[in-house]
């Protein structure tokens, strides 16, 4: 993880409980003496994100609705510090971020404004989404000051309604949808249940609706998609960045950035035995 991210140790679940009593029912002992949770359960893990955003973030009510996307943010914050990174910029500057698909969570401007004091927007196409990360940040004062949410009203478009004439966005932030079809998000969570010793239930342990988990074309064509459409935007954002989770995709997303001639970069992260890694492009001003 990011030398600056404050989760590169195991959890601390007795401070964790102290903070959220409610996460204790969940946390047992395994056999090697360790507290821990079950990492298939939905609730438990659930649970466990609110002790975390309440203990470490200073977060209260957070919540999301049945079957969304619950992040683990050891791995979000960890995004966050990267972009830091790439942003080189002193204190006093001033930084204004969006995210793309921010989802129920809204979990990236969340962190983004409590870790960097950043100022953030927040898109997704989903109405309930939408309501769900309004109420989110609604309920704490610091972040209804610093988080707006916008909803994308075409599914057709990435930054195109969402960013208005004259905006000015130093980065922009997403964790696209991955699979390419519903089956295929299936057979993938059947994998991480099976991994995790979990039952055969299809419920993600960490949830997720069909716009956060799969979509045409799955991640390479979303990205592509992105990477077109960046180029309309080429004066309003510093720096464009996105997850990708598939290495195999990433010869497709470079053949793509070096055809519109944008400067780009991959910047390799890992969670546990899980890498991941980001892509950043910019254009030449």
């Not at 821990?36 to 955003?53: C, G, H, M, Q, R």
């Not at 004091?117 to 989110?136: E, F, H, P």
């Not at 610093?146 to 478009?157: D, G, H, L, T, V």
Request: net charge positive.
């Amino acid at each position: 993880m990011h030398p600056k991210n404050i989760h590169n140790t195991p959890y601390d679940f007795l401070a964790l409980i102290k903070s959220l009593d409610t996460l204790e029912k969940f946390v047992f002992t395994n056999t090697f003496g360790n507290l821990t949770l079950d990492f298939s359960n939905p609730e438990a893990v659930l649970e466990l994100n609110k002790a975390i955003l309440k203990y470490y973030y200073a977060v209260h009510n957070w919540d999301i609705p049945k079957g969304y996307l619950c992040p683990p943010i050891p791995g979000r914050v960890d995004y966050i510090h990267h972009i830091n990174d790439l942003l080189e910029t002193n204190a006093s500057k001033s930084i204004k971020g969006l995210d793309i698909g921010t989802g129920a969570n809204c979990i990236y401007p969340i962190l983004a404004a409590k870790v960097y004091n950043w100022t953030m927007v927040g898109s997704d196409i989903n109405k309930t989404a939408i309501a769900a990360a309004r109420q989110n940040i609604e309920t704490d004062s610091e972040l209804s000051k610093k988080i707006e949410i916008r909803f994308q009203e075409s599914n057709a478009n990435i930054f195109d309604g969402i960013i208005k004439p004259d905006e000015y966005f130093d980065f922009t932030i997403c964790n696209p949808p991955f699979h390419k079809s519903k089956e295929e998000a299936q057979k993938g969570t059947l994998k991480k249940l099976q991994n995790l010793k979990g039952t055969s239930d299809l419920q993600l342990n960490f949830g997720g609706q069909s716009n956060e988990l799969w979509c045409n074309g799955g991640e390479a064509l979303f990205i592509k998609r992105m990477i077109k459409q960046s180029i309309s935007f080429a004066n309003q954002v510093g720096v464009f960045t996105c997850l990708v989770s598939k290495k195999e995709n990433l010869p497709k997303i470079e053949k793509q950035l070096n055809k519109i001639k944008a400067d780009h970069t991959i910047i390799e992260m890992s969670q546990g035995n899980k890498k991941s890694r980001c892509i950043t492009w910019k254009f030449k001003t």
